[in-house]
Structure formats: C-alpha cells, structure tokens
C-alpha cells in the first residue's frame, strides 16, 4: 500500500486490515508489554504504520490472532459496523 505496508487485506478504495499474530505483535491482552526485540521492533512499526496509513486517508484496522481463532462473529461484525460507518 503506497510503499508503507503490506495490507492483509484492502477494501477500495481507503480500508485497510491487518491481521496481527498475538505473539509477534505482541497482543496487549496477552503480553503485558514487548519483550523480545522482534516484538519490540514488530509494535514500533506497526504505531508507525498506522500513522502513515490515515495521514494518507486509509482507515486502519487491526484484528488480533485470538479474536480471528475465537471470536469469529465479533470481528465480522467490528469490520461490518466500521464498513457502515464509512
């Protein structure tokens, strides 16, 4: 997406959602703060990603791994209200 991030997916013309693995993206709920470096290095670059993506105009949204695995329903129904919305 622009040069700034590989998108898990892109809803034309300005959605995007990522899928974030609760380990590598350090899941708040799961982990208290990051730990390894590549956590560390996984959340700066997602803060800044984000960042970038609605300075350019996207809406960004983030699902985490054991939400997709667990609560199904709930997340179809977070990506459909925001759908709404827009």
Known sequence: VKNICQADVVIKPNVIIFAD???WHCNPRRYEKPKTSAQIK???RDKRVDIKLIEEGYIVKRLWEYDLLNRKEECKKSIKNMLDGW
């Open 21 to 23: 693995g609760d380990y």
């Open 42 to 44: 996984n959340v700066e």
